[in-house]
């Protein structure tokens, strides 16, 4: 059970005068994360005594935490990387075609995974399968799951998807998807940017064959880190790149040039050259450790009760908000009537209100730095 959690703006430091609804874009530092970097800056000042331990220490805490957070089997299943399209790319080259099969993705999805498959479809001679809504009204998250049950077939190589919607918010069930997905043999790769850390994941219970997660949004690290648990069909594949560190003599740094050919157990193998930075690791352990301590479920609870408001306004201009198939913390709305977007979006930012456009939406995303008044905010501009 979740403990209910207050607003924690003030560990943060958001201007007084600004709204800023748009942690799905880029979650703003915390002030304990600031601290973490700079104090791996004062330790990269003056390496003189650093040892081999240094270069893995960090990294380890690192993936100690995001197993935790998604409830991995062991750290180990976890590779420390430096983008989403890098994890995407790691995962999707490694998985086997079948015969006369297909791959899947769902409409709209983000370009990490949908470039990566391409190019996979292209290379195993797969038909791509877009999944979409099924209706005129795209916000229909129910459909949409149920459309993504009916497009997995025993001719499904890989279905590449978001846990939650990138553009709009829609909330996908895992557990069903995956439960299908074991039925007919299908690898199921999963990009978790949207979603981890802001409500809950458990990779073991849903079991998910990869899970991709950037770590400057909801995760609330800085930009260039990013996370990746693959499980075990991935434990012998072959990585995008071979780096020294990820080979089991790779902390004994005098015997580097035997030129070890037995990669670390595991996902260690997917791992990034130089994923030993001292600045930004800490950094992300520690935003992490915050999310942790806060708990998704909790974080989820407080952004749901924020939106209230929110969802009552857009109920009587006609979009019906659906709590099982939307998520808690983004939410897709259209702009007023006569009224594109992108023009609505200035408008918001004329009054400091900080959203994102994505495809016919303005994407609003709440977290624990949000309070009544940025909700308020937004609907004065709505009305």
């Not at 690192?62 to 983008?83: C, M, Q, R, V, Y």
């Not at 979009?319 to 992108?342: F, K, R």
């Not at 977290?367 to 905010?377: C, G, P, S, T, V």
Request: charged share 20%.
């Amino acid at each position: 059970m979740s403990i209910a959690v207050k607003s924690q703006k003030h560990l943060f430091q958001i201007p007084e005068n600004e709204h800023y609804l748009n942690c799905a874009s880029m979650a703003p530092l915390l002030k304990s994360v600031e601290e973490a970097g700079l104090k791996g800056i004062n330790k990269r000042r003056y390496p003189g005594h650093f040892v081999a331990s240094n270069y893995f220490d960090e990294v380890n805490l690192l993936k100690k935490h995001f197993a935790s957070l998604i409830h991995a089997a062991h750290p180990e299943e976890i590779a420390i990387i430096p983008s989403a399209s890098y994890g995407m790319a790691n995962a999707i080259q490694n998985v086997c075609p079948k015969k006369g099969g297909h791959a899947l993705i769902l409409q709209g999805e983000f370009p990490s995974g949908r470039l990566a498959l391409e190019r996979w479809c292209e290379d195993h001679a797969q038909e791509l399968k877009e999944i979409g809504p099924g209706s005129a009204d795209s916000l229909d998250g129910k459909a949409l799951n149920q459309r993504v049950l009916e497009a997995i077939k025993p001719e499904s190589s890989i279905l590449v998807m978001s846990c939650v919607h990138w553009m709009n918010g829609i909330r996908f069930d895992m557990k069903a998807i995956s439960a299908r997905c074991q039925e007919t043999k299908t690898l199921l790769i999963v990009d978790g940017t949207q979603g981890v850390g802001v409500s809950p994941m458990d990779v073991q219970e849903y079991k998910i064959d990869a899970l991709i997660c950037a770590g400057y949004k909801w995760l609330m690290g800085p930009y260039s880190v990013a996370m990746a648990y693959y499980g075990p069909h991935f434990h012998h594949g072959r990585p995008i790149e071979e780096s020294w560190r990820n080979r089991t003599n790779a902390q004994a740094f005098s015997d580097l040039t035997d030129y070890g050919r037995i990669y670390i157990p595991m996902a260690g193998r997917y791992e990034v050259g130089e994923a030993s930075n001292f600045i930004s690791i800490p950094m992300q352990s520690e935003g992490i450790r915050q999310v942790m301590e806060w708990s998704p479920a909790a974080i989820s609870s407080y952004c749901r009760n924020l939106m209230q408001p929110l969802y009552a306004v857009l109920k009587k201009n006609g979009q019906e908000v659906d709590p099982t198939h939307q998520s808690a913390h983004i939410q897709g709305i259209y702009p007023p009537e006569g009224m594109s977007p992108a023009k609505f979006s200035e408008k918001l930012a004329e009054k400091n209100i900080r959203t994102s456009v994505r495809g016919a939406y303005i994407r609003v995303s709440t977290h624990l730095f949000n309070e009544e008044q940025d909700i308020q905010a937004l609907i004065d501009c709505m009305s």
